[in-house]
């Protein structure tokens, strides 16, 4: 239901744009979010974006990360600014989507997506 994509080898202070879309089934999507797992750590929320647009960042990103959403292509975006090796790690993409109108919201993982920072 979600497939993400963007994820590869970049160097420190290096920049990626991570792309996840939704398909399948589709009446609404609510929040849309990115988490990340780094080796041997807890999956942690990176940012969120609400239906209405608002955004929250966690604090080791603010100012280096943006994530957007393009509703009309049932989409969520990350674009990674100025990349640190601490960034490494499987990026997953996370959304709240109701299929029909007559249900609530299910959420969603996607597959995940690697970023390696490392010169």
């Known amino acids: 239901q979600l497939q993400a994509s963007g994820g590869g080898l970049v160097q420190p202070g290096g920049s990626l744009r991570l792309s996840c879309a939704a398909s399948g089934s589709i009446f609404s999507i609510g929040d849309m979010a990115w988490y990340r797992q780094a080796p041997g750590k807890q999956r942690e929320l990176v940012a969120i974006?609400?239906?209405?647009?608002?955004?929250n960042y966690a604090d080791s990103v603010k100012a280096r990360f943006t994530i957007s959403r393009d509703n009309a292509k049932n989409s969520v975006y990350l674009q990674v600014n100025s990349l640190k090796a601490e960034d490494t790690a499987v990026y997953y993409c996370?959304?709240?989507?109701?299929?029909?109108?007559?249900?609530?919201?299910?959420?969603?993982w996607g597959q995940g997506t690697l970023v390696t920072v490392s010169s």
């Open positions: 974006i609400r239906s209405g647009g608002s955004t």
């Open positions: 996370n959304a709240d989507i109701r299929n029909v109108a007559w249900t609530g919201y299910t959420n969603y």
